[in-house]
């Protein structure tokens, strides 16, 4: 880093002026995103994830790929997709359950596919937060995203997020969430049917 900065630079560049200028750079993203209530707020507890993504086999938790299959993966907060020839597989980043209460662990499926989707807070959401909305529809205020892939477990999906943030923490009421870009990759390989296995 030396080599790089000239003697004048290096008189004005002090650590302390190096580290506030790297926290406030890093920090306007977040500054950027509009937080409503209802999406939840990311608190001191929430924690990024730690884990390295690795590429799976599917052999270990499908009996074949038949039709499609995707694994996610709770503790490195990751899915994977494996198409039913076998010949695409793919790694996506995800937001996991905020708590053990709220996670589900088992083996579902894809029941339903929707583009633009609209929510309703469950009555359980609604028990916990009282002043959250009771519908919101499509659009950047949607906690869904731009797809939404429901599973065969009642109030769970697969679907895409609007607040980036949450990628890659434990910060959902219950479903696994993905980039939207992400969301809509998969969502095009993936058809009704799809075995799914949450772990």
Excluded at 3 to 16: G, I, P, V
Excluded at 106 to 115: A, N
Excluded at 136 to 157: E, I, K
Aim: aromatic fraction near 10%; include cysteine.
């Amino acid at each position: 880093m030396e080599a790089l900065l000239s003697s004048d630079t290096k008189t004005n560049f002090s650590r302390r002026g190096f580290i506030a200028a790297t926290a406030a750079t890093v920090a306007l993203p977040a500054v950027a995103q509009d937080d409503t209530d209802y999406r939840g707020t990311l608190s001191e507890s929430v924690r990024r994830n730690a884990s390295s993504f690795r590429a799976l086999d599917w052999q270990p938790y499908f009996s074949s790929v038949a039709g499609g299959a995707i694994l996610v993966d709770i503790s490195s907060r990751a899915l994977h997709y494996w198409n039913s020839s076998n010949d695409t597989y793919r790694l996506f980043p995800t937001s996991v359950p905020i708590s053990e209460e709220l996670t589900r662990r088992g083996r579902t499926k894809i029941t339903q596919k929707v583009v633009g989707p609209d929510w309703r807070p469950t009555p359980s959401m609604k028990e916990r937060n009282p002043d959250w909305p009771d519908y919101v529809p499509p659009g950047p205020d949607n906690p869904l995203g731009t797809h939404a892939m429901h599973l065969s477990w009642t109030y769970y999906r697969i679907h895409g997020t609007h607040d980036t943030r949450k990628i890659g923490r434990r910060s959902s009421n219950g479903c696994i969430g993905l980039y939207n870009e992400h969301i809509a990759q998969l969502f095009n390989m993936t058809p009704v049917g799809t075995q799914v296995l949450v772990i």
